[in-house]
T-cell receptor
Framework: DTGVSQDPRHKITKRGQNVTFRCDPI?????LYWYRQTLGQGPEFLTY????????KSRLLSDRFSAERPKGSFSTLEIQRTEQGDSAMYLC???????????????FGSGTQLSVL | DAKTTQPPSMDCAEGRAANLPCNHS???????VYWYRQIHSQGPQYIIH???NNETNEMASLIITEDRKSSTLILPHATLRDTAVYYC????????????FGTGTSLTVIP
């Protein structure tokens, strides 16, 4: 168990550029979540996958955001035409769920800190 | 969308028990209470969760009131490394599958 890995740890970009983040979940975890966190706030849910299927998206997730988990393992989160308001920590979490998920525990990565100039 | 209310900050002396309260007055019968904590610059870390019975593990104890409208996380012997933001979360299955974090309680353990 090597933990949830996120890459890069830090990203600085100019407004209008596209950025992509990667998340490698704990091996064999079937659920993967993306959260966003701004300074002084708790993490906000963005989207989650069960294996390769994207099952839920927050209304916070604008059309400029897209997430994929093509083979049910790693996931990418892309932000197109970045805006200064996108500056935040982007957190990935994974979990192993065998039934209804009532005892689900999320394991988080250390996040990718995005700064949009 | 947060379903919980927590004090924004608390202090605790090192070696003493830290008792962190949480109100969740609108909780439904099948909704679990989870606690996570986040140390600066790291992702949140799972601590404990429960439905209606009190729970204990190697990190903490969770006390849930009989009416389930509030709970308390207890760190029995706080250390400086317990300084973190503690999030009380009610897992609301009816509105989806996500965990709503709220703004948490910032706990400072004082030497």
């Amino acid at each position: 168990d090597t933990g949830v890995s996120q890459d890069p740890r830090h990203k600085i970009t100019k407004r209008g550029q596209n950025v992509t983040f990667r998340c490698d979940p704990i091996s064999e975890h079937n659920r993967l979540y993306w959260y966003r966190q701004t300074l002084g706030q708790g993490p906000e849910f963005l989207t989650y996958f069960q294996n390769e299927a994207q099952l839920e998206k927050s209304r916070l997730l604008s059309d400029r955001f897209s997430a994929e988990r093509p083979k049910g393992s790693f996931s990418t989160l892309e932000i197109q035409r970045t805006e200064q308001g996108d500056s935040a920590m982007y957190l990935c979490a994974s979990s192993l769920v065998r039934s209804a998920g009532v005892n689900e525990k999320l394991f988080f990565g250390s996040g990718t800190q995005l700064s949009v100039l | 969308d947060a379903k919980t209310t927590q004090p924004p900050s608390m202090d605790c002396a090192e070696g003493r028990a830290a008792n962190l309260p949480c109100n969740h007055s609108t909780i439904s019968g099948n909704e679990y209470v989870y606690w996570y904590r986040q140390i600066h610059s790291q992702g949140p870390q799972y601590i404990i969760h429960g439905l209606k019975n009190n729970e204990t593990n190697e990190m903490a104890s969770l006390i849930i009131t009989e009416d389930r409208k509030s709970s308390t996380l207890i760190l029995p012997h706080a250390t400086l490394r317990d300084t973190a933001v503690y999030y009380c979360i009610v897992r609301v299955f009816s509105t989806g599958n996500q965990f709503y974090f709220g703004t948490g309680t910032s706990l400072t353990v004082i030497p």
